[in-house]
């Protein structure tokens, strides 16, 4: 997720994170109350709790034997591999990046690194420049596309590869020399600061048995805010995206705030766009400047009231054009919006399309497939003659489940297709798009967001327009039909091994005490040190499986894979039987690697950092309905509860923990399962500019400290991961 690093973090809540969602619609934490009845769990010292889940598969008994074994993932290749089969890594504060014994990691790109030749090496002491030709900052999603020795496309080269990396936001007290000016931001500033953004494309090769980047490959790109980008789909030239600067509504500048990934079945890179309201601004009398149309409703939905100030104060740089664009609100005469830039917004939050193969083919916003926070996108298992599917969450709190299904059904030819963005315009371009209500009854329902529904036709608190209105305004439209509000829906994968879809909620500091009786997703307080957190503090993570695997199901069924929370808290909350080898807080990143179908989960917290730095770990999935029933008894109170099968040292193991003051995000693997990377974001993000004098007061100093580059100050960056036997990652 994106934290709000203008001022350094001090561990509150990203605004862009709070829910906008104020519709009456029913939350996750309704569905599962009417599951159980209504109780509160109370625990001395510890606050309270509401917790339940009966699911529709039948309840074995508490702790029986009988419970379904877990999917086998892929089976090992070699008689001695064994899946999980590392000695799990201590959870640790040490400002060090820690993998299990038999492993090795090494830092390979971190930001400002140059990415071009003839760019100087990164000092790392504020003054670097030209971050359109080095790495971008604060690494996140990622995905590995493979690369012959000849430079060809080549979905099996586990030696040669681009990797392409979201750079989602910057931590601008590192970037320059002195830390960031104030308002108004000096232009220099603000142009470095928007360069570090977007998504860089950048090719790794295996030499004399280790992967380095190369600087001077012709494949190296850097996509940035200011790159030009096609609007495709069903919104492309709607009067909603016409701007002063693309008057026809069909193009647009850059991408922005890019979290999560994922990769086409024809392989390109979808990138997901999500934090990016926070980049606008709006005037304060904006409002009636709008006249009170209905747009005043939509910029609220998506986080922008009137008065909104901008994350970093870019518009202030000066009379440019690439800074006047930061200013969402109606200055101009005219009634369309091209002459000024109160419909730029609507330009960014969709899933955008590169090739990272191709400098000189288009990269595309796909806007069919909804417009949100979105964090990254899965794709169903691609069957010959049915549909695609793809998965997105939106990460806010209160926000929705999505799918998007193909009208095309899928061919197998299209995999290794000449034209990939072409081959894009076929699967994304056109479809239906949905949101999930889940059931009181263990199952859900997948409600089409379309113009002909009357509850959308008809919806009193917007008047949409036409299909392109409800993709723009995609969370009005979920709200009109009545999904289930979920806490903060962030990653999702697909088990390689089920077809089935997780999605991480990576945690709710809004949900209180007051909300206790509605029972699961948890409501409880926890300790950090002194201090106290409430609501969902540890987070939970959510698995689908579609009605006969189908893509194109309109219904699923669904339980909670796993339930975040630290090896001492109660039973009450320590649902998922958690011990010192594998307790977690906030999930976020998730990922199946398919060679092996380990499923990694990776943890963006500020619950548990008293005790941990974030961490990734290893678990083998299992199936929907293979938990159990567990009695929770307070007192007065008992309730039933219902998870997926309680985790063990053979099934979740914490694989690595990063350094201070960072998340641990994106992974990716080569195809032969031997290498895997993995990004460090942020570290030591808690820094303020008046410590920048003395790197002993940084929050980190890594990965300098690793013996990786110049300077002192900490970089994201991205690490690849190989085991010391030659093995696959994870066995």
């Not at 699967?427 to 009181?440: E, F, I, M, N, R």
């Not at 399962?673 to 303020?688: C, L």
Request: with cysteine.
């Amino acid at each position: 997720m994106s934290k709000n690093n203008f001022v350094p973090f001090d561990g509150g809540i990203d605004p862009d994170d709070i829910g906008n969602n104020t519709s009456p619609n029913e939350s996750i934490q309704d569905v599962l109350n009417a599951r159980m009845s209504r109780r509160s769990l109370l625990r001395g010292g510890v606050g309270s709790a509401g917790l339940a889940f009966f699911g529709s598969f039948g309840l074995a008994a508490c702790g029986g034997s009988d419970d379904p074994a877990p999917a086998t993932p892929t089976t090992p290749t070699t008689p001695t591999e064994k899946l999980l089969g590392f000695n799990p890594v201590a959870k640790s504060l040490a400002d060090a990046f820690s993998v299990p014994a038999g492993y090795t990691a090494s830092v390979i790109y971190a930001c400002g690194d140059p990415l071009f030749a003839g760019v100087a090496a990164a000092k790392n002491d504020g003054t670097d420049t030209g971050y359109d030709q080095r790495s971008g900052d604060c690494h996140d999603g990622m995905e590995y596309f493979g690369l012959s020795a000849a430079g060809a496309p080549d979905a099996n080269a586990s030696d040669r590869a681009l990797l392409g990396i979201n750079h989602e936001y910057i931590t601008p007290v590192f970037l320059h020399a002195s830390g960031p000016s104030a308002n108004p931001r000096p232009i220099g500033e603000a142009d470095k600061e928007i360069d570090c953004h977007g998504v860089a494309i950048v090719e790794v090769k295996k030499t004399a048995g280790k992967f380095a980047v190369v600087q001077d490959s012709t494949f190296n790109r850097r996509i940035t805010p200011n790159t030009e980008i096609e609007l495709s789909g069903v919104a492309r030239g709607n009067a909603l995206l016409k701007t002063k600067f693309s008057t026809t509504g069909e193009k647009t500048r850059g991408t922005l705030n890019n979290c999560g990934t994922g990769k086409t079945p024809w392989g390109t890179l979808l990138t997901g766009e999500e934090n990016w309201a926070g980049y606008f601004t709006r005037g304060a009398a904006d409002n009636a400047a709008r006249g009170n149309d209905k747009t005043v409703a939509s910029l609220n939905r998506y986080g922008r009231a009137q008065g909104a100030a901008s994350r970093y104060g870019w518009q202030t740089a000066g009379a440019d054009d690439r800074f006047v664009r930061w200013v969402n609100s109606k200055t101009g005469a005219s009634t369309d919006g091209t002459d000024d830039y109160r419909n730029e917004m609507n330009g960014q939050g969709y899933l955008t399309e590169i090739d990272p193969y191709n400098k000189s083919v288009a990269i595309k916003k796909r806007t069919s497939l909804g417009r949100f926070a979105h964090e990254g996108a899965a794709f169903s298992r691609p069957v010959v003659g049915k549909p695609l599917a793809v998965y997105m969450g939106d990460d806010s709190q209160g926000e929705y489940v999505y799918k998007w299904v193909s009208t095309a059904t899928w061919i197998a030819s299209d995999a290794t297709a000449a034209n990939r963005v072409a081959t894009g315009d076929k699967y994304l371009d056109t479809g239906k798009l949905y949101v999930a209500k889940y059931k009181p009854d263990g199952s859900g329902e997948w409600i089409e967001l379309s113009i002909t529904n009357p509850a959308i036709a008809g919806y009193a608190s917007y008047a949409f327009a036409d299909q392109a209105d409800v993709a723009v305004n995609a969370r009005l439209a979920a709200d009109a039909v009545g999904a289930t509000k979920m806490d903060r829906p962030e990653w999702c994968a697909t088990s390689p091994t089920t077809g089935e879809v997780y999605f991480t909620m990576t945690n709710n500091s809004s949900r209180t005490t007051a909300t206790v009786d509605t029972a699961n997703p948890r409501s409880y307080t926890d300790s950090k040190g002194a201090a106290t957190q409430s609501g969902n503090v540890h987070g939970h993570i959510i698995r689908m499986a579609e009605t006969g695997d189908d893509p194109a199901a309109t219904s699923f069924k669904w339980d909670v894979f796993l339930f975040g929370a630290e090896e001492t808290s109660p039973a009450g909350v320590n649902l998922s039987g958690l011990t010192a080898i594998n307790d977690f807080s906030s999930p976020d990143g998730l990922a199946f690697t398919p060679s092996t179908g380990i499923c990694w989960i990776q943890t963006d917290d500020g619950a548990y950092t008293d005790v941990t730095n974030c961490m990734m770990l290893a678990a083998l999935p299992g199936k929907v309905g293979d938990g159990s029933t567990k009695t929770v008894i307070s007192g007065a109170t008992t309730l039933n509860t219902y998870v997926g099968k309680e985790a063990s040292d053979a099934t979740l193991k914490r694989f690595l923990v990063g350094p201070k003051q960072q998340e641990i995000t994106g992974i990716c693997e080569s195809p032969d399962g031997k290498t895997i990377f993995v990004n460090v974001q942020h570290p030591g993000e808690n820094t303020t500019a008046a410590d920048l004098s003395d790197p002993a007061k940084y929050g980190s100093r890594w990965p300098s400290n690793a013996g990786y580059g110049a300077g002192q100050r900490p970089r994201s960056a991205t690490v690849v991961i190989t085991k010391d036997d030659g093995g696959r990652i994870g066995t």
